[in-house]
Every structure is written in C-alpha cells, then in structure tokens.
C-alpha cells in the first residue's frame, strides 16, 4: 500500500503546524480526508480514523459550544484513535484545547487559510494520484488533440520519433522511455512520467533533448488520460488488415481496459498521421459515431435493395 507522510502534505499545501512537529513522519494511506462531524456526538461505529480529520467552521463552532468537560470528553474520543493528522481550515484560531490534546498525543495540528470546501477539494484530488496503485512500462506517452496516448514497441521502432513528429505538429509529450502508469478509478488510467525524465525526449543519432527548451511549454504536459494504447510493429505482408474489426481489441492496466490499436511500419508510412486519425477515430466513437457500423449499413442497404 502507498502511503505519504503527514510532511508531504505540509510541504505540497504550504500548511501552518501548530502541534506535533515531531510527528511529521505519521503516514497517509486513504485518498480522501474526513470531517468528523457524527464523531463529536458520539458515534464511531464508520470512523475513518486512518482518514485525515478536516475541522472547518461548523466542526469548531460546535466545540465552542460546548462545556469544558463536554469539550474534553468528545475531543478525547476522536484523538484517542490517533488520525494521521487534524487540519483546521479557514485560519481558524479558537483552538488552544487542540492544540493542547495533539501536542500530548503526538498528532500533527496543521491549519490553512482556504475554507474546508476548498481545501477538501484540492487535497482528494491530490491524494487520489499521490496514492493510487501504479506501475511503470517501456513507452512513449503524448496527448493528441487532448487525447492521451500510450506509444508502445520494441525498441528502436521509432516511438520517439513519432513522438517528435506529433510535437512539432502542435500536440503534447508526456513521457519518453518510461512511462508510469496509475490508477485513479476502475475506468480511469493517468500517463506520466518518472519525474527524473521530465521534458526529455531521446531520439536515436541526436541524443537527449528538453522539448520545453526547444519547443515550449505548450509542447509538454505532465499527465494525461490514457484512452488509447497504440502499439508500433513491423510491417507483414500478409498480416490481415483491421479496417472492419468490428469487436475492438484491449490491452489491460491495473484491471483497466484500454483500447488496443497495432500500426505497422513501412517507408513512406505517415506514422504520426495514422495516430491522429486513431484518435479523432475514439473521440468520434465517444460521440457515437461508428465509420464501420455506418459502412455496414450502407453495404446492408444494397444488399436488400
């Protein structure tokens, strides 16, 4: 199981600590956070006490609300299960008996000036990538028109070049040589890269290049959907063609499903031209259009006529 550090997330959202400085190690291992709420009243039969707490404006009004004893006894209850970490949003600063229980405890007290919603939103969908099951593969990953693309092969069959080709056409690099791969839900796939080869593009008799560097930030992104997974193959004289496949062919990922496309190479070959009319080919099939089903109907038509 991925985790991250309670650090991690001070660092990534510039939060204030205000106790537990010393246990800035604890992990985060679930993707989305918490706002107790049922929690203060007593009832811990679903707490997610490996979730990160949020306190937003309704959560410490309550508090306020409270006795001191009362106070004591549901802040205790909570802190008992020792969370990862509390967050108070919205610069809240009514909080010195939270302080005083997390400092005891040694449980990080962090807080930041964005209200809960806000913070809420951006800290899922950060989590979400930061903890989602991934893998990394040989390839080359590009997004086409906003279509992301896996650029599969042996190698030396010329994805980086293709790759190239399709970036001085006007489209995005993603990732050259390793691709890594997560899973953000049982239908959704993000490319990226490994961090280290970030912008760097290799292509063989030129070597490294930095396709920010020399084509501009508009030619590289640092993730994207990957919809569809195009493998580059030799050419086959007597391959069978796939014009008329009518039952589409995967690939599977993590246990995602990814459309499957084989381009065989030849002389001549405009490689990156095929790649985008495979995608403008999907994107047209997510709008419910079938060339194939409308060619079918057509040959239907005068065979009954």
Not at 67 to 72: D, F, G, P, T
Not at 142 to 161: A, D, H, M, Q, T
Not at 267 to 283: F, K
Request: hydrophobic fraction near 40%.
């Amino acid at each position: 199981m991925k985790t991250i550090t309670v650090q991690k997330l001070v660092d990534t959202f510039k939060l204030e600590v205000l106790a537990g400085e010393g246990r800035m190690d604890r992990e985060v291992s679930r993707p989305r956070a918490h706002r107790p709420g049922l929690e203060f009243v007593g009832y811990f039969d679903f707490f997610p006490m490996n979730r990160v707490q949020v306190l937003g404006r309704k959560e410490i009004n309550y508090l306020l609300t409270l006795s001191v004893e009362e106070r004591k006894l549901h802040i205790g209850n909570i802190v008992k299960y020792h969370p990862p970490c509390f967050i108070v949003t919205s610069g809240q600063e009514e909080i010195p008996y939270l302080e005083l229980y997390c400092e005891q405890e040694g449980i990080p007290l962090l807080r930041t000036e964005e209200t809960a919603t806000e913070f809420i939103a951006k800290l899922d969908a950060y989590l979400v990538k930061a903890l989602a099951p991934e893998i990394s593969i040989h390839g080359v990953c590009v997004n086409v028109s906003g279509i992301g693309i896996l650029l599969r092969g042996k190698s030396g069959i010329g994805k980086s070049e293709t790759a190239h080709t399709l970036i001085r056409r006007g489209h995005r690099f993603v990732a050259d040589d390793i691709v890594v791969l997560k899973k953000l839900s049982p239908t959704t796939l993000l490319g990226t890269h490994n961090e280290t080869t970030r912008e760097f593009l290799a292509l063989r008799s030129i070597g490294l290049i930095n396709v920010v560097r020399q084509y501009g930030r508009r030619a590289f992104q640092d993730e994207t959907r990957i919809v569809l997974d195009i493998e580059l193959v030799p050419w086959q004289e007597n391959a069978l063609n796939n014009e008329l496949e009518t039952v589409p062919q995967c690939t599977e990922y993590l246990g995602v499903q990814i459309p499957h496309i084989e381009i065989q190479l030849q002389p001549g070959r405009d490689v990156a031209g095929l790649i985008e009319a495979a995608a403008n080919n999907w994107y047209l099939k997510q709008l419910g259009y079938s060339a194939v089903d409308e060619f079918m109907k057509r040959i239907e038509g005068e065979m009954g006529s």
